[in-house]
């Protein structure tokens, strides 16, 4: 079982539309969570960080955290051409390591 | 301004011949990472410093190996690179190993090897 997994897309949108992209993962003890972008042949870029359960605002970005599902999503509001990336969920456990998913392929259409 | 550096951005070298990749970081970080990522794929860590204190995944292979000479610069060096470690090399760094220390990361080298 992968520690960090997310549904690898590609995920479409039209321009203007919600993204959801959603990550789950397997160590109970895992006390931080993040959401990196990142665009074809570049590194990733931090969007989002989350620790507590519920949800965290930034912009047009809001993290959702559920400890007890061990489940944490990122939606995209009023979505653009230029958030078409890869986003990568990546969460520190017990060994105060980042995970990373694989990430989600997200694709915004004009 | 850059904060965190990776020279060189694109490296091509011949199988078996050895590449250092160098990183360099503006941050005064305590924590330093080398990754590797292959396409549509997660970063994998290689190694970690905290400080000067050298950690190795156990499943980082031999051929790769790490020097931290200061806080400011790391270098990963691969001694005979074989078609397989084709990848982007990522350098990453961290104020301290708290539990809401963000990471920070470098451009990228990308390495081809023919």
């Known amino acids: 079982q992968k520690e960090v997994e997310q549904n690898s897309g590609p995920l479409s949108v039209p321009e203007g539309a919600i993204a959801s992209l959603n990550c789950t993962y397997s160590?109970?003890?895992?006390?931080?969570f993040f959401w990196y972008r990142q665009y074809s042949g570049k590194s990733p870029e931090l969007i989002m960080s989350i620790y507590s359960n519920g949800d965290k605002e930034d912009g047009r970005f809001t993290a959702q955290l559920n400890k007890a599902s061990q489940y944490v999503s990122l939606l995209i509001r009023d979505s653009q051409p230029s958030d078409s990336a890869t986003y990568l969920c990546?969460?520190?456990?017990?060994?105060?390591?980042?995970?990373f998913g694989s990430g989600t392929q997200l694709t915004v259409l004009p | 301004d850059a904060m965190v550096i990776q020279n060189p951005r694109y490296q091509v070298t011949q199988f078996g011949k050895p590449v250092t990749l160098s990183c360099s970081q503006t941050l005064n970080h305590n924590v330093m990472y080398w990754y590797q990522q292959k396409s549509s794929q997660a970063p994998k860590l290689l190694f970690h410093y905290y400080d000067k204190d050298f950690n190795n995944e156990a499943d980082t292979p031999d051929n790769f190996q790490s020097r931290r000479p200061n806080t400011s610069f790391c270098f990963l060096d691969i001694r005979s690179p074989g078609l397989g470690d084709a990848a982007m090399y990522l350098c990453a760094t961290q104020a301290g190993q708290g539990l809401v220390e963000t990471q920070y990361f470098g451009p990228g080298t990308r390495l081809l090897v023919l």
């Open positions: 160590d109970r003890v895992s006390q931080s």
């Open positions: 990546a969460v520190s456990g017990s060994a105060r390591q980042l995970t």
